[in-house]
């Protein structure tokens, strides 16, 4: 999230709550889709990560903020100072960083596959024209392969270290999702209650299917970890309270209100008013609600509290004004267009919806969970319901693929939108993920080096 909002109108009710997301709601004519997509900057001299300011005479994370907003003319976004990211013009997407400077590029909302991965090569052909003359480049892996936590940079956002001092209560791996993971996301629209539930239902029950057929961090400080997702792995002992499978979404009274019920009981980071974050971490917002939040005795909450406070939950799928896809590894450029194409053609097709629901509405929370659980390792070899994931991987990828032709969707050369689906394809054929690929790499071609990969996988 590229700036925390801003909007002081109070709110009392529950039921304002509710209504900020339903809000949301839009006719399926005005679909539109947001790719968000993360990647490590390194020195490509010494593969070294990238601090704010830079080292050794040369340009860091401020210098490309910097270069970037000269050569689009978008808004610096600040924090106490300092410039922490890019606002686009009119809503129109923004850059902004991850707390170990991963280099984000949030898209505008837009109606193609075709014209996200058009933003998605422009932000990249900018990004490295502003890139070179400083030595960085940019790498496409869910987990940093090589830098230890302390050797990776510290990113200068207040909410961060509210954050970075939090996470060691309630798990275990919370400084590594934040420092050191890279993920690529979709957000999608809704028309009603009824297709928010029947969408979120889907996407998290076939969100391990996503992680695995994207998954794209098998190193880990310069050698194999055993997993083919060290970023799914890490999210299972983040911070439980706030993340996970949500299994209350498939009840029978999934809504709105439910969403909201389960987030009013998640622990809050901060509150923020005017240029200071407050320290509100563990508090509830049912107390804010209600004007009694300890930490700031008879401080009401506002619009901007709600919607910042949405942003800290971290479940597999995430429910704001849109659902958000929160389950893959960053990747390279052919997997960063894949992952939007396997979501639409999934979601934004009626056939295929129904169908994929089919498929997995016999599953229940324990089979999910264990899907889940078993997937950062195992990959498309785990099981869930007596059946291998490859072959349910194979049906559903058919099912994206026929609902990108029905959706019918062309460029300028009159090609549809299936063909971004198409390295998705080869791995749900073959059951081996890029990870995969990549760990028999490391231990042959590559001689048991992991420093090949950044020239290998570079954006």
Not at 57 to 71: F, K, N, P, V, Y
Not at 304 to 330: C, Q
Request: proline letters at 6%; aromatic letters at 8%; glycine letters at 10%.
């Amino acid at each position: 999230m590229a700036r925390d909002v801003s909007d002081s109108t109070p709110i009392s009710s529950k039921a304002e709550l509710i209504g900020w997301i339903a809000e949301g709601e839009k006719p399926a004519s005005r679909f539109r889709l947001g790719t968000e997509h993360e990647k490590f900057p390194f020195y490509a001299d010494d593969l070294s990560p990238v601090p704010y300011e830079g080292k050794a005479g040369r340009g860091g994370i401020r210098a490309l903020l910097d270069g970037m907003q000269e050569r689009l003319g978008w808004e610096p976004i600040l924090d106490d100072g300092h410039v922490i990211g890019l606002a686009g013009p009119d809503g129109g997407g923004a850059i902004s960083l991850e707390p170990g400077g991963q280099f984000e590029l949030s898209g505008a909302p837009v109606d193609s596959i075709h014209e996200t991965a058009a933003e998605l090569a422009a932000h990249l052909a900018d990004l490295h024209a502003v890139a070179e003359p400083h030595g960085i480049r940019f790498l496409g892996l869910g987990h940093s392969p090589l830098w230890t936590r302390e050797q990776t940079p510290v990113m200068p956002k207040r909410r961060y270290k509210i954050m970075a001092n939090y996470m060691p209560k309630v798990g275990t791996r919370g400084l590594d999702m934040m420092f050191r993971t890279s993920t690529v996301q979709v957000n999608l629209d809704f028309a009603s209650e009824a297709d928010m539930v029947a969408k979120l239902r889907v996407s998290l029950a076939l969100q391990p299917l996503a992680t695995a057929l994207f998954a794209a961090s098998p190193f880990s400080e310069g050698k194999l970890n055993g997993l083919q997702s060290m970023r799914s792995e890490i999210w299972r002992d983040t911070d439980n309270a706030r993340a996970g499978m949500l299994p209350f979404a498939f009840d029978e009274a999934m809504s709105y209100e439910a969403y909201v019920d389960w987030a009013l009981d998640v622990p809050m980071y901060f509150v923020k008013r005017g240029d200071v974050y407050h320290d509100v971490t563990g508090a509830s917002f049912r107390d804010l609600l209600a004007g009694r939040l300890a930490q700031l005795p008879g401080e009401c909450a506002t619009m901007s509290d709600w919607a910042n406070h949405l942003s800290t939950l971290f479940p597999e799928v995430r429910l704001k004004r849109y659902i958000e896809m929160r389950g893959a590894d960053a990747g390279p450029v052919e997997m960063l267009n894949a992952l939007p194409a396997f979501w639409v053609g999934l979601l934004y097709d009626e056939a295929s919806l129904a169908a994929a629901w089919d498929l997995v509405r016999g599953w229940n929370a324990e089979e999910r969970q264990r899907l889940r659980d078993d997937v950062p390792k195992a990959g498309l070899n785990a099981r869930i319901a007596g059946r291998p994931l490859r072959d349910i991987a194979r049906e559903v990828v058919e099912l994206v693929r026929a609902g990108l032709a029905r959706r019918a969707r062309l460029d300028a050369q009159g090609r549809d939108e299936t063909s971004y689906l198409e390295p998705v394809m080869a791995i749900a054929e073959s059951g081996r993920s890029l990870a995969e690929r990549l760990a028999v790499r490391q231990q042959g071609a590559w001689g048991g080096r992991i420093d090949p990969v950044f020239s290998e996988l570079v954006l």
